[in-house]
Nanobody
Framework: QVQLVESGGGLVQPGGSLRLSCATSGFTFSSRSMRWYRQAPGKERELVAVISPASGSTNYGDSVKGRFTISRDNAKNTVYLQMNSLKSEDTAVYYC?????????WGQGTQVTVSS
């Protein structure tokens, strides 16, 4: 079955960096765009970044442009989110997502907390 497992979250000071990973299985990873979303307490889930199957195209939410980078390793069936210059407003649970013909699939999420 389809599985998405995020890792790499944690507590970081403002201005710091983190790299999130999302290991996947159960579908043809190299054929699917992958997305990172986040959800802060009391807020709606927000699209952070999306990457095309062959990494030829990426798009970012306005709030993270220039600071976050999405990438993927199709040999490892893994998508990454490099987060630099973190701000307190980046605090959220981060989820990876894949859209398949049958359904949308989500990981369990990883908590990112930006605080001094």
């Amino acid at each position: 079955q389809v599985q998405l497992v995020e890792s790499g979250g944690g507590l970081v000071q403002p201005g710091g960096s983190l790299r999130l990973s999302c290991a996947t299985s159960g579908f043809t990873f190299s054929s699917r765009s992958m997305r990172w979303y986040r959800q802060a307490p009391g807020k709606e889930r927000e699209l952070v970044a999306v990457i095309s199957p062959a990494s030829g195209s990426t798009n970012y939410g306005d709030s993270v442009k220039g600071r976050f980078t999405i990438s993927r390793d199709n040999a490892k069936n893994t998508v990454y989110l490099q987060m630099n210059s973190l701000k307190s407003e980046d605090t959220a649970v981060y989820y990876c997502n894949v859209r398949l013909p049958t359904a949308d699939y989500w990981g369990q999420g990883t908590q990112v907390t930006v605080s001094s």
